[in-house]
């Protein structure tokens, strides 16, 4: 019986330690689907970046998107943002108010899809959060780690289309 009760209190001291609530990003994730979905996607594919990177580069506008993939800008805010808490802090007031000065997406995510608009000012502060939370914990890309990747995929791609023709 101790013994049990041991086991069980031990893993609520493991569940309520740093490791954040399942149910808080599961609300997220619901949360994402119904109010950032429309423009940003879950994910994109090294190729699908390369492609919006292509794109980009010779001035035109990214098809089929109307926002950075979300895996994107959870890299792209950690970069800036590392722990939780901040990463949370800056998430929740983005999105009620946004703005070019405070954002820190690459310049030609505002130039080609604009600001975002203050979505966040018809949410409670607790989706807010669980949002935030769910953006911050469901990916574990690193930002220069992706850009590297994309580059070296570039390269490859260029390099192929120039010894065929
Ligand atoms: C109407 C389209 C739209 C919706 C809906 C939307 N976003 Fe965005 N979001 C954008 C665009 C466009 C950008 C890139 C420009 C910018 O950062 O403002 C962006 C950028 C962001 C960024 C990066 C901010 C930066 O520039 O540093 C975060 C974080 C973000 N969105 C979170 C969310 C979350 C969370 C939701 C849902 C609650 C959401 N967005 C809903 C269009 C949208």
């Not at 983005?94 to 997406?105: A, E």
Request: contains cysteine; positive net charge; charged residues 25%.
């Amino acid at each position: 019986m101790l013994v049990l009760l041991m086991v069980l209190l031990a893993s609520l001291v493991a569940f309520g330690g740093d490791k954040v609530d399942p149910k808080v990003l599961e609300r997220g994730y619901s949360i994402y689907k119904e109010t950032c979905s429309m423009c940003h996607k879950e994910r994109a594919t090294l190729w699908e970046f390369l492609k919006a990177r292509m794109s980009v580069l010779s001035g035109h506008r990214p098809e089929n998107i109307d926002a950075p993939p979300m895996n994107l800008v959870s890299a792209r805010v950690k970069e800036f943002y590392p722990t939780e808490l901040e990463f949370v802090e800056f998430v929740k007031d983005y999105i009620t108010n946004p703005s070019r000065s405070k954002g820190v997406c690459k310049p030609a995510a505002y130039t080609f899809f604009g600001t975002m608009p203050p979505i966040g000012q018809g949410m409670s502060d607790e989706d807010k959060e669980a949002v935030a939370k769910w953006l911050y914990y469901n990916y574990s890309d690193i930002w220069h780690d992706v850009f590297r990747r994309v580059k070296e995929l570039q390269k490859k791609v260029e390099s192929k289309k120039g010894s065929s023709s």
